[in-house]
């Protein structure tokens, strides 16, 4: 079972052989079912690739979800909001009507990863993914001029970098360690498709024991995309939006609900943002723990845009939560934050989620 303010509750299937014909290879299916998602997963992995310490990953996977967008009747050509959009600025003299929009995605992704023996903790890995969107809307009468241009049939061929270092002692609830992971992407180019940008995330997280049951972590992600050519030529579908849980949360505001204001106050996805959070956690026992949290963040238009307002101004969100080690679940997570810098004033939003983002 999973949750989140986008797809709402999804249930999921999942089998996996963890030593198939006793090679140490894995090989996995999973099916998630939720009333605007549905999605179908194949995996493989290899984790001693000729013997070696190398590893080979594959995946196969069919994604159907329904997103619903506002549409500015008043201004046909402004860019859409998503629609968690309750801390969004609206400028009353404008009328915003909601429209769903499709997206069908089916490929194949294929990785490999090696630990760097010179550097402890170290593992590089290098993928590619070619997958092929169905980006449609039946609502035409509300679809604007800039939905209007990223709809239709197209064909994404990636090539992905990514270095990891990773030394904490545990995945749940660590209390000691760091966790450090850059990844790159390169869209089309050289490697054809439809699509042709690059995308850049650095995230760093760093835990430390302070006295007795009591622990700190603190954490900062960074990301950019643009174009090869026009720094603007990203699709719709891959600029970002922050908020709520996940990797691109920000607690006490709705998820992907937080973009860049343009001059009227709108909310529009970025090609820039930043993130950081800070919890303190109080250990309960092995399996439980509370944990009291400050995250700030924001989307930029653009890298340069960020950079010339000193990325500032930063939402900001905090609040308290539990974490629960479930059987036959997993980690079982509730928060509940307050949004300093909603529209209208502070308000106080609840986050379910199942699984650990950081």
């Known amino acids: 079972v999973g949750y989140s303010q986008v797809d709402g509750i999804t249930g999921n299937i999942s089998l996996s052989l963890q030593n198939l014909l006793g090679t140490g290879r894995k090989i996995s299916l999973q099916f998630d079912k939720g009333k605007t998602l549905n999605n179908f997963q194949l995996s493989f992995s290899e984790p001693w690739l000729f013997d070696t310490k190398a590893s080979l990953g594959s995946n196969i996977f069919y994604t159907t979800r329904t997103v619903t967008y506002t549409y500015d009747s008043l201004s046909i050509d402004t860019t859409v909001i998503d629609s968690t959009t309750d801390s969004t600025t609206i400028d009353s003299t404008h009328a915003l009507v909601p429209f769903d929009v499709n997206e069908n995605t089916k490929g194949f992704s294929v990785t490999a990863g090696k630990y760097i023996q010179q550097f402890r903790y170290l593992k590089g890995f290098i993928g590619y993914t070619l997958q092929n969107t169905d980006f449609?809307?039946?609502d035409t009468a509300h679809v604007n001029?800039?939905?209007?241009?990223?709809?239709?049939?197209?064909w994404k061929?990636?090539?992905?970098l990514t270095c990891v270092r990773d030394s904490r002692e545990k995945i749940f609830n660590p209390v000691n360690g760091s966790f450090a992971?850059?990844?790159s992407e390169f869209v089309g180019g050289p490697f054809f498709g439809d699509e042709h940008f690059q995308k850049y995330t650095i995230d760093g997280r760093y835990y430390r024991k302070i006295i007795g049951i009591v622990s700190v972590m603190t954490r900062g992600v960074y990301g950019t995309c643009f174009g090869y050519k026009t720094p603007g030529d990203v699709p719709l579908l891959e600029k970002f939006l922050i908020g709520g849980i996940g990797d691109l949360g920000l607690r006490g505001y709705s998820d992907r609900s937080i973009g860049f204001n343009n001059m009227s106050g709108y909310q529009y996805a970025g090609r820039a943002y930043f993130i950081s959070n800070i919890e303190l956690h109080f250990q309960a026992n092995d399996n439980i723990y509370a944990i009291g949290f400050f995250d700030i963040g924001n989307v930029w238009s653009s890298f340069s845009d960020g950079f010339n307002k000193r990325f500032w101004p930063m939402k900001k969100g905090a609040g308290v939560g539990i974490r629960l080690e479930v059987p036959m679940i997993g980690i079982l997570g509730f928060d509940y934050g307050y949004g300093f810098d909603r529209s209208g004033g502070g308000m106080w939003e609840p986050h379910i989620q199942i699984g650990t983002t950081f």
């Open 145 to 154: 001029n800039y939905i209007k241009e990223q709809l239709g049939n197209k």
């Open 181 to 183: 992971k850059f990844s």
């Open 157 to 160: 061929s990636a090539v992905s």
């Open 136 to 138: 449609y809307s039946t």
